[in-house]
């Protein structure tokens, strides 16, 4: 007993000195100014109501499903990350309810509930294919009979053009914005004084890039164009390709993997590099690329053949479209001409 006694001394006092060593650089780095490296503690979005019990860390938020669970949605929209920063901000899906509130059409809808999923569009593509989704432990059903089923998708316009395919959206949807390019993502301080692409493989920088779809294209085309193809080939070499724990989120890993000193650099859209310097403060640094802006793309407005929720649909849509012209730049994105705004998109 006396042993299981001494031992139990030791290890507490080894952890308190650990505790102490590990407080003690927490404070020095918050002192300077910056967050020790670590896994990022997203925010939390969710208006919750008073008294209920939040599982809110590193470990137990689902941050890419938004809404309850287990109660009627009163609408449910799909979308990609990408812009998660405006589509759940109070400038949208939080003052929703008020502005149908205050329409006479609309004033008897219910929208207390409305469900919305952030996830990669291929990840969304196949929670409606294979009718379910996992998260750790739990396994959510997605379909009608569920109702955690989409009533609305937003997206890019290939994947837009998949679920056509498989029938589940009307042959047409709208366009309601579009980014202003690429950008560099760098720890608080830019250690290495990045400043462009060019400083990124002139200091043998290990870089994080998107590992598919739009962003990746446009990230080796702006490389391609601004450096040439030889200096790109070393940017693109220079990628870390993955880290353990991995999210597979794009709009979630890229950053994950500069706080956690996996890389040394992000590269990717301009409004998400930007977002993640005004939540992260104390972790990120924003640097713009010159000649980024034409290597953009815009997401589309893409109603589900008869949805479970028709009126809310309709309702959503007048609204969304009354304002995101004149909301989304002021979360740096591109704003869109007249042309651009609302243009149609043919899904075959």
């Not at 990840?123 to 750790?136: E, K, P």
């Not at 379909?143 to 994947?159: L, T």
């Not at 043998?204 to 739009?214: E, H, N, T, V, Y």
């Not at 042309?339 to 899904?347: F, G, K, N, R, T």
Request: aromatic share 10%; charged share 20%.
């Amino acid at each position: 007993m006396k042993r299981r006694t001494f031992l139990g001394s030791a290890v507490s006092v080894v952890a308190f000195g650990e505790h102490q060593r590990q407080t003690a650089s927490a404070a020095e780095a918050n002192a300077a100014g910056h967050a020790p490296p670590g896994p990022l503690v997203w925010p939390i979005v969710a208006k919750l109501p008073p008294g209920i019990r939040s599982f809110a860390g590193h470990t137990d938020t689902v941050p890419d499903i938004v809404g309850g669970i287990g109660r009627p949605p009163s609408l449910v929209i799909f979308t990609e990350g990408n812009h998660l920063m405006v589509v759940l901000s109070d400038d949208i899906v939080g003052a929703f309810p008020a502005w149908a509130k205050a329409q006479p059409q609309y004033a008897d809808l219910h929208l207390d509930n409305i469900v919305v999923v952030t996830l990669p569009q291929p990840v969304c593509i196949q929670m409606i294919r294979t009718g379910a989704v996992a998260l750790g432990n739990l396994t959510l059903d997605v379909s009608r009979g569920s109702g955690f089923y989409p009533d609305i998708f937003m997206g890019y316009p290939e994947p837009l053009r998949q679920l056509r395919q498989l029938g589940m959206i009307e042959p047409q949807a709208r366009f309601f914005c579009k980014n202003r390019g690429v950008a560099l993502l760098v720890p608080k301080g830019n250690p290495l004084g990045i400043q462009g692409l060019a400083d990124v493989t002139r200091t043998s920088a290990r870089i994080a890039l998107p590992d598919s779809g739009d962003v990746r294209a446009q990230c080796r085309a702006a490389a391609d164009a601004l450096l040439g193809k030889a200096a790109a080939d070393a940017l693109f070499a220079a990628e870390v390709p993955s880290f353990p724990g991995r999210l597979g989120i794009m709009h979630r890993d890229l950053p994950e993997m500069v706080a956690r000193s996996y890389a040394d650099v992000a590269f990717t859209w301009y409004h998400l590099v930007s977002y993640w310097a005004r939540i992260f403060p104390n972790h990120f640094a924003f640097v713009s690329v010159p000649g980024a802006e034409p290597f953009f793309t815009q997401i589309a407005f893409g109603r589900v053949s008869s949805p479970l929720r028709p009126r809310a649909v309709k309702a959503f849509e007048e609204f969304f479209f009354s304002r995101a012209k004149d909301v989304y730049p002021r979360y740096d994105f591109a704003r869109m001409n007249d042309d651009e705004y609302a243009a149609p998109l043919a899904l075959g």
